[in-house]
Every structure is written in structure tokens, then in C-alpha cells.
């Protein structure tokens, strides 16, 4: 029975991709018999350059699709509290949106380079700024410039989360619901 299972594994997962790796092989195949009758006949090399640049943006999306599937199949890896593991969240509460010193905290991390992606949550005035990256929130808040992170005091930290407190408000910690 396990057999079986391993077999229809690899009959879903790995024929697809052979089967298209094949297919590829094959397009090269043509493409190089194109460059050698281009050559042979006198024609110009863009013709089978062309070729060779469709092969190669077909094979780059033929690598996305295989990628996409196994994510599909396997998922990303999640945290203990059920949020993606590259994600950080920076809690900041008792804050207006339109706060300046946010505003300007916000666009420091999204011109990081370390940082994937960036979006922002507003409500009952706690902003929450979800960050994809690798790093982890000790290393995310270093990186940030002193002078950014002057009007802030950080309060709590953890393995996905940074609680910051702008310093001339009210202090508040975060409860953990486990």
C-alpha cells in the first residue's frame, strides 16, 4: 500500500515535469537544427536567436509552474501561532493613521531590500505592518535607522511579532491568547 502511494506521488509530482523537461529537450532539439540550416543556408542568426530566446522563457515558467505545484502540495511553512514563518508583524497601538513618524517607519522597511513585502492594517487605532522576510524580528529592527526608530519604544518581541509603542503615548502590551 505504501508502494502504491509512493508511485501515485511520483506519477502526479515528477511525470508532469519530466514530461515537460522532455518537451523542452525537445524544442532545443529544434532550435539548435534551426542555427545549423540558418548557418548552412546563409540566413541571418536573429531568426534562431528568437527561437532560443522562446525556448528559454518557456523553460523559466515551466520551473515556475513546478515550483508553484510543489507549494501547492506542501504549503508554506507556518509559525506556532499560524502565521506564514516569513512573516513579521509590527504591532503598533494608540497610533492615528495619518501619524508622521509611522508613515515615515513605513517607508523605511518597504525600501529594504531584505524585505519581500510590505502591507499595512489600521484598526481601532492599532496599525499592523505585515512584513515578508527571512530575517528575524531582532535582526528586521536593527536595520531600521536610529533616528526612524527614535519616536518608538520597542515593548515586547518574539519569533513573528514586534510591539512598539510611539514614546509619548500610553504604554500597552499585548496579552498572548495561547
Known sequence: MKNLCYFTMFLFILAPSTTTLLHAQTVLNTVTSNIDAAQSSGETIKNANADLQTTLSDSKETVNEIGKTFKMLFGKKKNKDGTAA??????????????????????????????????????DGIVTISLQTKDRPDKIWESIDVTIRQPFALMEMDDSRILINKKEQEVITLVDQN
Open 86 to 123: 516569513d512573516q513579521i508583524d509590527i504591532i503598533v497601538p494608540n497610533v492615528a493613521y495619518g501619524d508622521a513618524d509611522l508613515k515615515v517607519l513605513v517607508e523605511s522597511l518597504q525600501n529594504q531590500k531584505r524585505i519581500k513585502e510590505t502591507s499595512k492594517k489600521f484598526s
